[in-house]
């Protein structure tokens, strides 16, 4: 078992910056792809993005490329998502997720573990 525990969430004004962190509990997580995904309310899960276990593939949504940015560090079994130029379009639960798979994915069925989240919230 893998467990993930989110935190940075919190309430910015448009155009400014969060970091997020995502601790996993197992020695092991250095052979996890890692994921972020978002849940506003009332809409479908959305992926945000995710790393491959040795942190040399990324993959974004296109809704946050060239403004997120996914890093991992395999020493403090961490990974992050560094936000910036939030827009209130942005405002959403975040999850991190863990995936066996060595191919990372877009696809939130393909993860084994989540986190419970953390809230962002961007105000215009």
């Known amino acids: 078992q893998v467990q993930l525990v989110e935190s940075g969430g919190g309430l910015v004004q448009a155009g400014g910056s969060l970091r997020l962190s995502c601790a996993a509990s197992r020695r092991m997580f250095a052979i996890y792809t890692m994921g972020w995904f978002r849940q506003a309310p009332g809409k479908e899960r959305e992926f945000v993005a995710a790393i491959s276990w040795r942190g040399g593939v990324t993959d974004y949504g296109d809704s946050v490329k060239g403004r997120f940015t996914i890093s991992r560090d395999n020493a403090k079994n961490t990974v992050y998502l560094q936000m910036n130029s939030l827009k209130p379009e942005d405002t959403a639960i975040y999850y991190c997720?863990?995936?066996?798979?060595?191919?990372?994915?877009?696809?939130?069925?393909?993860?084994?573990?989540w986190g419970q989240g953390t809230q962002v919230t961007v105000s215009s």
């Open positions: 997720a863990a995936d066996r798979q060595v191919a990372i994915t877009t696809n939130g069925y393909e993860y084994d573990y």
